[in-house]
Every structure is written in structure tokens, then in C-alpha cells.
């Protein structure tokens, strides 16, 4: 039976993509995220922003198999006051970026930002420095599960420069996905040329 499902959710995610004519490709190649963030695509994704509830003008979200598949969130300089995501549920307060935020509170700020996504049981593990170009930051791992229990896992980087945060952060299901489309997913990440 998993491996039907296997063999059934790519399709589907496909044709579900197909679809949508707001979902744009986002071709292999160099990538503008904002006036002041670029990463490169060493495949074609889709461009899925217009899709995403809630979502920051100042970040795409990219996918290659289809949104509850992966998903890989890219921002543009976040100023103070600016969020990732509003939160899906009006119990749970929107995050948001604050000046002067140390690194393990840009940490913080991307984990509650996952939380405000509705995925439950966020942490976080293995801090370790990174770099967004030449802005230096923190790259660390996540785990999360949805509300149905499905095990999620991701990788993250965040960089201060200019009094902005820039944010790169993968998503998808802890079995096949993650890492299936991990190498694509860290090989934007240190692309990316941010400030």
C-alpha cells in the first residue's frame, strides 16, 4: 500500500499543479527573490507563492513535487515588523522580525514561523554556522509533524545583514521527500546572495 501511494502522490501532485494557473515555473538558472536576494535553481521548480496562504509579499515559496510535498521558502530582506507567515489558527500570535535579534532568536523566529503553518511538535537541532553569501548566519536542522501525525523534517539558514533577515527554509515528509529533493534544496541554499 505505501509504495501505491508512492507511486500515486507525484501524479497527483502533478496534475494538481497543472491545474492551477497560478502556479508559474521557476526555471533552472539564476533566481531574483526581491530588490535585495538572488539565489540559483540548478533544476526547475514551481513557483507556488500565489498558492500559499498567508505568505509574506517579500517571500516566494517553490515546490517540486507540489506543496504538501516540498516546499522551499525564500525571502527577501525581512525588515522589523515583517513576517514569514501569518498563522493559520487566530490563537497563535504571527512572529515577527524584531531588530537587533540575536541568532538564536532568528532561530526562533523561523520555528514559531513554522508552528504559526500549523505543523505541531516543532524543534530544532544541530545549530551551526552558515553563510548567505557574504552575510554570516545559522544553518539548523527542524522536525515537525502535521496535525494527521505525518513526520516532517527540514533544513534552514538565516542571515542578518543591513538590519534585514533573510530566510531560506526546506520542508517536506521525513520518508522519501526530504531527502529525494535535499541536495536540489541546499545547493539554492548556498547559492544564495542576499543584502
Known sequence: ???????????LAVLSLAACATITPAPAGPLKV??????TLGRQWSDISLVMPGRHKKVRVLSIDGPLLNRLYLTDG???????IKPLAKERPT???RADMSATERMEFVTDS?????????TLAKPRPAKLGEASGVRFDVSAQTAEGLEIKGVAAVAETG???YVILYLAPAEHYFAAT???????????RVG
Open 95 to 97: 512572529p515577527l522580525v
Open 34 to 39: 526581491g530588490s535585495g536576494a538572488n539565489v
Open 1 to 11: 500500500m505505501r509504495n501505491a501511494l508512492r507511486a500515486v502522490l507525484p501524479a
Open 114 to 122: 513554522i508552528s504559526a503553518m500549523d505543523y505541531q511538535r516543532v
Open 78 to 84: 525581512l525588515a522589523p515588523g515583517d513576517y514569514l
Open 182 to 192: 535535499l541536495p536540489e534544496a541546499e545547493a539554492v541554499m548556498a547559492s544564495a
Open 163 to 165: 538590519g534585514k533577515i
